[in-house]
Nanobody
Framework: QLQLVESGGGLVQPGGSLRLSCAAS????????IGWFRQAPGKEREGVSC????????YYADSVKGRFTISRDNAKNTVYLQMNTLKPEDTAVYFC?????????????????WGQGTQVTVSS
């Protein structure tokens, strides 16, 4: 069974940090680009960052550039999203998704597999 599982979410104060993980099972992530998306209550899903498989090209939304870092450990079949200097507006459910190939895209409809999401809440 092909599955993505996110972890690492939680409650953090503004200015704090969290590291999200996206672990794959049932398939290898080597040949997939991985994207992180988020959805806040009452808002549309938003692309946050993505990373390709082989050449590890990355993309960041302007809203997180300089604060978030995406990385991958293919040996562990896991992709990470390090989130620093968190703001209340970063509060959302964060999802990871996988698309086959070396593509840099935040078009959610192109992604083949999705995790169930992990809640990130930034509040004092």
């Amino acid at each position: 069974q092909l599955q993505l599982v996110e972890s690492g979410g939680g409650l953090v104060q503004p200015g704090g940090s969290l590291r999200l993980s996206c672990a794959a099972s049932g398939f290898t992530l080597d040949y997939y680009a991985i994207g992180w998306f988020r959805q806040a209550p009452g808002k549309e899903r938003e692309g946050v960052s993505c990373i390709t498989g082989s050449d590890r090209r990355t993309y960041y939304a302007d809203s997180v550039k300089g604060r978030f870092t995406i990385s991958r450990d293919n040996a562990k079949n896991t992709v990470y999203l390090q989130m620093n200097t968190l703001k209340p507006e970063d509060t959302a459910v964060y999802f990871c998704a996988a698309v086959f190939g070396t593509i840099v895209t935040m078009t959610s409809s192109l992604y083949d597999y999705w995790g169930q999401g992990t809640q990130v809440t930034v509040s004092s």
